[in-house]
């Protein structure tokens, strides 16, 4: 067939060769905002269908944890917890941290465990590790309201500094994004990648002052420490909602510094890589 | 005249490893280890500077053999994977129907799949509400809409998948094979829904290896053979042109592992040849109506084989089936060949003469255990002519109708 000259329309769409690296198309994204919301309700009810008790799960998980985390690091072994009882310290860092490690676990293995679809429909990519994190997000917003109900149980009042509190929940937010992207796209290229995942967020909870006030770490390794993005954030959340533990600092700049490094630096290698996802899951 | 799709120098271009179903992936290990090694990998192009153009509302189909790249050229147009090189300009919406049931879950009920398997596909919300009844009618699982899909079974599965996808409006519709599962009622279905598509006045391309539909709902089509534009015209040229080649000299149909990427080298079965021999022995692609001639599938399997059956297809260009036969038919040969010890095989059939009708015909084979595994499938490996020389009622210059022209006994009685 012979071209001929056409009074056309410009094109919709042109399908290209993938070109230089850049950040996601956000436009098209907010487009496909319905899906981005359709993937997030499919997470949550088939968790909540399989699972025995539900909803309840959500509740009970964060618990149990601190449950035992509160028999053996604080009773048995005597951990500080800046003046407060040890269950609740522990929960209000239990709750960004499960936040976080959900997310990061899942959000690794999702685009590997979505190949069907990876193979088969157009969609932007981000969708599938922004509606894991969304999921663990309701997550998190359920098991919050059972925060709220310990610190009435324990009669401790909400510091004034508790507006403050959306902003760590949103750097929360963002170190579980960009960490996921980089898990899931990264798997997807190395396999054994997913394998590694689990191993590096238990080492990474060591890391993290969950069980263990800040004060805990001596001050010359300090700074260092503050090179995990979760730091701060659990730093941050504490201080924001029940006024323990060092406020903003040197640490914690360190920590959303580097955290909206991993974000944007997620952003772009998940992007760039997006390229091979269909050809490579 | 308004365009749908322009395609121009279209090429894709895959690592050995990561065509079809066969992905290996990498691990870093593998990677970091290369990494100060310097060796090429093995490339093929899948694609290899297509170019054509599609005015809006044309119905076109794309048909070639395994590996010819028809699936990789929707993918892309898909934007499932991305070109290597070249470009497509699509003026239009695109709904792509590369599988149906994509992103459907056991757990969820068919009223919760038909909503998130709509909005995988790019159905807003709302036009899924507006849609709904339709499309539950459709698939007729009315009564079981509120159940979780698992307890569904294959066919009310297939048929919500279908009707999900079928609902679809896009100005531009791709659609590879999907119509190939379920039973016969369901394609014929599929079939009907596609062609209402197609009167609505929307640009399609199909893909598929059913010639039948591929007649019947396109008026122009391109071949592919091995990544490029072989044909591009109107369908039943494209047809003929599709059937009288390939990678086969005339009544011969061989298999090489260089040409047919999608061919899985490690399986048990090899085919090695397929042949239509005339009564005299000879390898051709036109036997006499009068003689009796022979289809022979030389294979290799390269461990033991318990339970193997191989065997034919023949199918008119129609899309009709004349006949399925297996070489362990027999209940003898059943019990002589259960097991198959490793080695270089022929199976040969013989066919009547005074038979067939004349006209040309489609051979697909199949190597299988029932029930079990599929070793090799391949549809449309070879086909023939049966030239009317010596047809039964050749004293009368006409053409017959049907697929069968037999020589049967009559016998004449006249009351005395």
Not at chain 2, 24 to 43: I, Q
């Amino acid at each position: 067939m012979t071209s001929q000259t056409h009074s056309n329309p410009k094109p919709y769409y042109i399908v290209r060769p993938p070109g230089r690296w850049g950040f996601p198309d956000f436009r098209e994204l907010w487009q496909y905002r319905e899906l981005i919301y359709f993937f997030t309700w499919r997470d949550l009810k088939v968790r909540y269908k399989q699972t025995l008790l539900g909803v309840l799960w959500a509740w009970l998980q964060p618990f149990i944890t601190m449950v035992v985390f509160s028999i053996f690091f604080g009773r048995l072994a005597k951990m500080p917890s800046e003046g407060l009882p040890y269950p609740i310290f522990a929960y209000a860092g239990l709750l960004p941290w499960e936040f976080f490690s959900k997310s990061f676990n899942k959000a690794g293995r999702s685009l590997v465990m979505n190949r069907p679809m990876l193979t088969k429909v157009y969609f932007p990519r981000l969708v599938i590790p922004l509606s894991v994190v969304l999921s663990s997000l309701v997550d998190f917003l359920l098991a919050f309201v059972v925060l709220a109900g310990l610190m009435v149980w324990y009669g401790i009042p909400p510091t004034p500094r508790v507006w403050t509190l959306p902003l760590f929940l949103f750097l929360a937010a963002a170190v579980s994004l960009g960490g996921s992207l980089w898990a899931a796209a990264l798997n997807v290229l190395y396999r054994d990648v997913g394998y590694v995942l689990p191993y590096l967020v238990q080492v990474l909870l060591f890391v993290t002052p969950v069980v263990y006030p800040t004060r805990l770490v001596p001050e010359p390794w300090r700074l260092i420490y503050s090179l995990n993005p979760m730091a701060g954030v659990v730093q941050g959340f504490r201080w924001a909602l029940l006024g323990i533990g060092p406020g903003p600092d040197l640490g914690m700049a360190i920590s959303v510094t580097v955290t909206l490094l991993v974000l944007l630096g997620g952003l772009v290698f998940f992007q760039g890589m997006e390229r091979y996802f269909a050809d490579r899951v | 005249m308004a365009l749908a799709i322009r395609v121009v120098g279209l090429s894709k271009q895959y690592r050995i490893g990561e065509t079809r179903g066969k992905v290996e992936y990498r691990t870093l290990r593998d990677s970091l280890g290369r990494l100060f090694r310097r060796s090429r990998h093995a490339t093929i192009w899948a694609l290899r500077d297509v170019s054509f153009e599609i005015p809006q509302g044309q119905v076109v189909g794309i048909i070639g053999h395994n590996g010819a790249g028809k699936s990789t050229l929707l993918k892309i147009l898909s934007r499932v994977t991305r070109p290597t090189e070249g470009y497509a300009e699509l003026y239009g919406r695109v709904g792509s129907l590369l599988e149906v049931g994509t992103g459907f879950h056991p757990e969820l009920t068919g009223r919760e799949n038909i909503y998130l398997n709509g909005a995988i596909l790019g159905m807003t919300r709302a036009e899924i509400d507006r849609k709904f009844d339709e499309i539950v009618a459709f698939a007729e699982v009315e009564k079981f809409i509120d159940t979780p899909v698992k307890f569904y079974s294959s066919g009310m599965y297939l048929r919500l998948a279908f009707a999900v996808a079928a609902h679809l409006e896009p100005e531009i519709l791709l659609v590879d094979e999907v119509l190939a599962v379920g039973d016969a009622a369901f394609q014929r279905k599929c079939l009907g829904k596609m062609g209402d598509v197609a009167r609505e006045g929307r640009t399609v391309l199909f893909v598929s290896h059913n010639m039948s539909a591929i007649l019947h709902l396109t008026q122009r089509t391109l071949v592919l053979q091995k990544g490029r534009v072989a044909f591009d015209g109107p369908t039943p040229d494209a047809v003929d042109f599709y059937l009288a080649s390939g990678f086969r000299r005339a009544g011969e149909r061989r298999w090489d592992q260089e040409e047919d990427p999608t061919w899985d080298p490690a399986g048990p079965f090899r085919p090695l040849a397929l042949r239509v021999r005339d009564a005299q022995g000879r390898v051709t692609d036109t036997v006499r109506a009068d003689e009796a001639f022979a289809v022979e599938w030389e294979y290799a399997l390269e461990k033991p084989l318990r339970g193997l059956r191989v065997g034919i297809y023949l199918l008119t260009t129609r899309g009709e089936y004349v006949l399925t036969s297996f070489d362990v038919d027999d209940l003898d040969m059943y019990r002589t060949w259960e097991e198959r010890p490793a080695g270089h095989y022929l199976s040969r059939v013989h066919i009547p003469g005074h038979w067939l009708n004349e006209g040309r015909y489609i051979l697909s084979v199949n190597a299988s255990t029932f029930g079990v595994r599929t070793y090799f499938h391949e549809e449309n490996a070879l086909s023939f002519r049966v030239d009317p020389i010596g047809a039964v009622g050749a004293q009368w210059p006409e053409r017959r109708v049907g697929v069968l022209r037999p020589l049967l006994r009559w016998e004449i009685l006249r009351n005395a």
